[in-house]
């Protein structure tokens, strides 16, 4: 029930591979965001919804599809693995009531809470790399129907304020809906009074690129939370080696990221390609599958797996210093300086940062053009050094309006 942010890649996806599910999506009310990603990029889709909105006409689809079978309500209590020396081979399931599922191939999808450690111990095999960050966050969000009349302020979401202290955010959505969310440390003492609602919207009342919103809705729902966020990434590659054969992890089992830069979904559906484009190896080579898929990871989701971390880090301490009373920092990275070039309105700019941000580019491409590389550098050359002030929202007056 969270905000969510789906990232052009995700429509890539969708488009290679199932033209007629994002057309079918976007016929049901789900909309395309307002990003012009620049020449090359025109038939790229950002698509604008709620989570659950999603989920059910996905989920609906596949319903539809032959072949497809669901079993609703059976939980999964293990793997069954087949006798042999040497790596574990996965030949299905167990369920809770002692059923046996034979499958060539298994597929945990089963999301951040992935029971995968367990199962593999069970069988005798073990996460070859289980690495976890925790992010220190506390997520907010509440949804919104525009009034009669209304549109959005905006479609190239999200639109955001950052202050020393929180982030806070507004993103358009499906059918005449749009969230306003946010993220304060775990730390902050004000963190629980957002619950209300009230408050909640006093505080986005006082921040220019959010008031708009505010203005344009309706609240549909009680402001909803999220905590526990981190960043893992769990293996099954033990150097060259898999540690298991038959099984693999998929999206957030296999490497989930913090909400901030709202790229966890793409991450999913992109790693989802991958698999399907090696799916003739399923029950034939099962070994150089769980491989292939391991190194194609690391390698193309693992920099930005990395990048989160990195970036996390930071933002944790910047935000606890925030609480404390410290400033703002003026942007010193080139993600950050193409946002504010963005802002002042420089084309070029905007379409290189959309691209970078939806996943449809890798930034390293993109700063290597000299025109675009030239200018970044001014812009970080000519910025101030020192305190920016205490942001859109300064310290004092948040606590006041939760007060």
């Not at 193309?300 to 009373?325: C, F, K, N, T, W």
Request: charged share 25%; hydrophobic share 40%.
């Amino acid at each position: 029930m969270h905000g969510h942010v789906f990232r052009g890649r995700m429509g890539r996806v969708l488009r290679e591979e199932a033209p007629d599910v994002l057309e079918r999506l976007l016929d049901s009310g789900i909309e395309k965001a307002g990003y012009d990603f620049g020449t090359g990029f025109e038939h790229d889709v950002s698509p604008m919804s709620r989570r659950p909105v999603f989920d059910a006409l996905l989920r609906k689809i596949v319903h539809e599809e032959p072949g497809v079978e669901f079993r609703s309500g059976v939980r999964v209590a293990g793997l069954d693995s087949a006798n042999q020396t040497g790596v574990p081979r996965v030949v299905g399931l167990w369920t809770r009531w002692g059923n046996r599922i034979p499958a060539d191939l298994v597929i945990d999808c089963c999301g951040r809470r992935s029971a995968s450690p367990r199962w593999l111990d069970a069988i005798g095999s073990r996460l070859a790399v289980n690495h976890y960050q925790s992010c220190d966050l506390y997520y907010f969000a509440r949804h919104y129907r525009l009034k009669p009349g209304s549109r959005f302020p905006s479609t190239t979401f999200p639109d955001v304020n950052l202050t020393p202290y929180g982030i806070f955010l507004a993103m358009g959505q499906d059918n005449g809906t749009f969230c306003l969310a946010g993220g304060v440390s775990k730390i902050d003492p004000y963190r629980t009074a957002l619950r209300d609602g009230t408050k909640f919207e006093r505080v986005m009342a006082g921040l220019p690129n959010i008031a708009p919103w505010l203005e344009a809705g309706t609240p549909i729902t009680e402001v909803q939370l999220m905590g526990g966020i981190a960043n893992r990434r769990r293996s099954l590659l033990d150097g060259d080696n898999p540690v298991v054969q038959g099984y693999i992890l998929l999206g957030d089992a296999s490497l989930y990221t913090n909400a901030t830069f709202g790229q966890g979904i793409a991450l999913g559906f992109w790693q989802v390609q991958a698999l399907a484009h090696r799916a003739d190896m399923i029950g034939r080579d099962n070994h150089r599958l769980v491989r292939e898929l391991d190194v194609w990871t690391s390698k193309a989701l693992g920099p930005r797996y990395a990048q989160q971390v990195q970036r996390d880090e930071a933002m944790v301490r910047s935000l606890r210093a925030g609480v404390a009373g410290a400033p703002m920092d003026h942007p010193s990275d080139e993600m950050s300086a193409l946002m504010t070039l963005r802002a002042q309105g420089d084309k070029e700019a905007a379409a290189a940062f959309h691209r970078i941000d939806n996943m449809l580019t890798d930034p390293s491409d993109e700063f290597a053009d000299a025109e675009l590389n030239r200018r970044i550098k001014e812009f970080l050359r000519d910025v101030p050094k020192g305190s920016a002030g205490p942001g859109p929202l300064p310290r004092v007056t948040f606590e006041a309006l939760l007060s």
